[in-house]
C-alpha cells in the first residue's frame, strides 16, 4: 500500500463508519429477532413448509448463513467462498435447533467482525460476488437487507404455525405511540 492510501485510511470517515456500525447492528438485531421466534418453535416446526416447494425456516437460516458468509465474509473480507447454495434448499433436517441457531449465529459474529475490521477506504473496492460486479458498500447493503427481509419472513412463518400463540418480541408502549 502507499503512503496516500495509508492516509486515506486513517482519516476517519464518520457517514463509512456509521454505515459500518449500522450494518453490524442490523446484523445482531435480526439474530435477536430470529432467536425469539426459535425460542418459541419446536425442532419440526422449524423444518415445516408451506408446501413442498416453499422453504422452511431451517432452509432459510442455512440460507441466510451462506449468504453472509459469501458476500460479506469473503466478498468483503477475503476469504475463501466455499459456499454450496443448493445444499442450503435441498436439506430437509431435522437439524436440531441448538446446532442450527449455533451455525447460523457464527455466521453473524463471522460477518460482524469482517465489518469491523474493515476500512472506510475499503468500500468502494470492486468485487465479483456470486457472479456480479459489486462493491464492498453494496456487498454488505444488498446482504444486510436479504438477511433483514428473510429475518421478517421467518416472523411471518413462526406467527403462521404458533396464530394467538405467538409472544412478540417487541410491542409498542404509550411512549411509542401505541393508544
Same mark, same amino acid.
Given at each position: 500500500m502507499n503512503?496516500? %492510501? &495509508?492516509?486515506?485510511? $486513517?482519516?476517519?470517515?464518520?457517514?463509512?463508519?456509521?454505515?459500518? !456500525?449500522?450494518? =453490524?447492528?442490523?446484523?445482531?438485531?435480526?439474530r435477536e429477532k430470529i432467536e425469539h421466534c426459535l425460542g418459541q418453535l419446536e425442532d419440526q416446526q422449524i423444518w415445516w413448509? %408451506? &408446501?413442498?416447494?416453499? $422453504?422452511?425456516?431451517?432452509?432459510?437460516?442455512?440460507?441466510?448463513? !451462506?449468504?453472509? =458468509?459469501?458476500?460479506?465474509?469473503a466478498g468483503v473480507g477475503g476469504a475463501d467462498d466455499v459456499r454450496d447454495r443448493p445444499r442450503e434448499f435441498a436439506e430437509r433436517g431435522p437439524i436440531p435447533r441448538a446446532e442450527l441457531f449455533a451455525q447460523?449465529?457464527?455466521?453473524?459474529d463471522e460477518a460482524a467482525d469482517t465489518l469491523t475490521n474493515t476500512l472506510p477506504s475499503q468500500l468502494p473496492t470492486?468485487?465479483?460476488?456470486?457472479?456480479?460486479?459489486?462493491?464492498?458498500?453494496?456487498?454488505?447493503?444488498?446482504?444486510?437487507?436479504?438477511?433483514?427481509?428473510?429475518t421478517q419472513e421467518i416472523v411471518f412463518m413462526t406467527r403462521l404455525q404458533l396464530g394467538d400463540r405467538y409472544?412478540?418480541?417487541?410491542?409498542?408502549g404509550p411512549e411509542h405511540g401505541a393508544a
Open positions: 503512503q496516500q %492510501a &495509508d492516509a486515506e485510511d $486513517n482519516v476517519e470517515d464518520p457517514v463509512a463508519r456509521l454505515f459500518l !456500525g449500522t450494518s =453490524r447492528d442490523r446484523l445482531h438485531q435480526c413448509r %408451506a &408446501d413442498p416447494s416453499s $422453504n422452511s425456516i431451517g432452509n432459510l437460516l442455512l440460507h441466510l448463513a !451462506g449468504n453472509l =458468509r459469501q458476500w460479506i465474509v447460523f449465529s457464527q455466521a453473524i470492486p468485487k465479483r460476488v456470486q457472479g456480479f460486479e459489486v462493491n464492498n458498500l453494496s456487498a454488505v447493503y444488498d446482504s444486510v437487507a436479504h438477511l433483514s427481509g428473510h409472544r412478540f418480541h417487541w410491542t409498542p
